[in-house]
């Protein structure tokens, strides 16, 4: 595809309900990143893959979140027991090579989650 | 936690204005990278730097990694300019894992 796209820009969640955030990276990037942006903060670093390869899952913030990416192309996040304090802006980026940071990294349009 | 701190957090400009935006941070670096974000979510690269001086059209980057220090400018602004920017070094010692500054918010009035 063209860009980075995220399904569904927007997803309003009961608390204790299970969601599924999906990232589908920029064809051939090797590189794909989530990152968890909060009102009026910057994002902030949730988990990198490598192809299918999760190397970095230090950011996600508890045992509720997870995240996959099994055919090394698009990537789910899934949380589940939402709680009020998941509502954020989640942003999945990609980039070329192995070294992501090390290079320009491509960002979706982020999924608004609100829990209620 | 803050290992990243961005001046100023909201700036106001009339358009042709000269823009500076600073970037600080506590930790080792070996590059920089500044991103633009405007309402509704969407980022946008502007620049990766991990020394000197980088120039894009009217934007201009620079960066110190001894004093730990980066600054952002923009040259005669635009109210497209209007958006939020973001500093983001890498962590230390990460060759990936990028740490964010809470942006800073600018507005350009015509």
């Known amino acids: 595809g063209a860009g980075v796209s995220q399904s569904p820009r927007y997803k309003v969640a009961k608390r204790g309900q299970d969601v599924a955030l999906r990232c589908d990276p920029i064809?051939?990037?090797?590189?794909l990143f989530w990152y968890q942006q909060a009102l009026g903060q910057g994002p902030e670093f949730l988990t990198y893959?490598?192809?299918?390869?999760?190397?970095?899952k230090s950011g996600l913030p508890s045992d509720r979140f997870f995240a996959e990416r099994p055919e090394g192309s698009v990537s789910t996040l899934k949380i589940q027991r939402t709680q009020q304090e998941d509502s954020a802006v989640y942003l999945c980026?990609?980039?070329?090579?192995?070294?992501?940071?090390?290079?320009?990294?491509?960002f979706g349009p982020g999924t608004r989650l609100l829990v209620l | 936690k803050n290992e990243v701190e961005q001046s100023p957090q909201n700036l106001t400009a009339q358009e042709g204005e000269f823009i500076t935006i600073n970037c600080s941070y506590s930790?080792?670096?070996?590059?920089l990278h500044w991103l633009q974000q405007h309402p509704g979510g969407g980022i946008v690269s502007l620049f990766m730097?991990?020394?000197g001086k980088k120039k894009h059209g009217r934007l201009i980057a620079t960066i110190n990694i001894q004093e730990k220090h980066s600054s952002l400018h923009i040259t005669a602004s635009h109210p497209r300019d209007s958006a939020v920017y973001i500093c983001?070094?890498?962590?230390?010692?990460?060759?990936?894992?990028?740490?964010f500054g809470k942006g800073t918010l600018l507005t350009v009035n015509p």
């Open positions: 980026a990609s980039s070329l090579t192995l070294a992501g940071g090390q290079e320009t990294q491509y």
């Open positions: 983001a070094p890498h962590s230390g010692g990460s060759n990936y894992k990028l740490t």
């Open positions: 930790v080792g670096i070996s590059a």
């Open positions: 064809s051939g990037h090797v590189s």
């Open positions: 730097l991990s020394s």
């Open positions: 893959f490598q192809n299918e390869a999760q190397l970095d």
